[in-house]
């Protein structure tokens, strides 16, 4: 299905993107790309917008030269053996060119800067900002739980046990550890997870990845404590890449600052390859009239 969404987005009249939040975390990644693919397996909750001659296909909702700094996302999507370049992130759609033929579906988030195009659904966990306008035509999910993967993964549950639809399995499999990291592993001290996250993971454990119950602690723990590395290791990012990593931006009195945080020292970073142009460069492509480095 990701193999062919990149020639569908180039060849179809009529879209619809499945999309995730701009942080594009784990969570929002994985739950776009299995609830396209869900989505273009029941065509029909997306009625009437959706058509026979209309493609659905995922989105990550990041450019693509940053796809890179989402660590926990590229690790573990390889670990899926999802190839990177089968994905289609936010700057590889012609937004601006098609707002009519070209429909969204807003994963772990409900209000999008995307306002020309028509939202046909929504799935989100988050409560509800009262800023937020609703087309009463869209399909719309919105629970608080410890995770959006929990919520996609409860549809994909119902079909799957219908009828074992193929790629379903892979799809709940992906969802498995994002709710496994966003539940911060079932901790009683984050009190993230609710009921569904439990039943949901648990449900995979046992009918995907064949996991016996007694096992289920130590599997959950390895794999989030990989998750946790991941998202941390920046042994492949450049003096570059690293001021994007963990970016906050300040606008204020026609003033932008610009405040990369490292984890590690400055003094560290500094000594980093053709590191006082890549500064030059991250302060003219933020527009920045201060950059302040921010270390451990």
Sequence with gaps: YLQQCRGLLQRAARKIAVIGNESCDLDSAVSALALAYHLHCTPELLQPRCTKDTVIIPVLNVVRNELALKTEVTYYLKQQKIALDELICSDEVEWENE???LDLVLVDHHMTKLTNHRIVGIVDHRPIDGAAKFNTDAFRTIELVGSCA?????ELMNIFQEKQE??????LELLYGAIVLDTVNFSKEADKAKQLDHDVVEFIEKNVKNIEPEDSSGY?????K?????RSDISQLN?????FKDLKILNQNGRTV?????PMAVQE???????SQHINQFASSTQSNVVLLLGM
Excluded: I
Excluded at 220 to 224: G, H
Excluded at 226 to 230: E, I, P, Q, T
Excluded at 239 to 243: E, V
């Design 99 to 101: 707002p009519n033929n």
């Design 150 to 154: 929990t919520l996609v993964g409860r």
């Design 166 to 171: 193929p790629g379903y399995a892979e799809a």
């Design 220 to 224: 959950r723990e390895s794999l989030f």
């Design 226 to 230: 990989s998750l946790v590395a991941a």
């Design 239 to 243: 003096a570059y890449q690293l001021l």
């Design 258 to 262: 610009s405040l990369p945080g490292f």
């Design 269 to 275: 970073y500094l000594k980093l390859s053709e590191c």
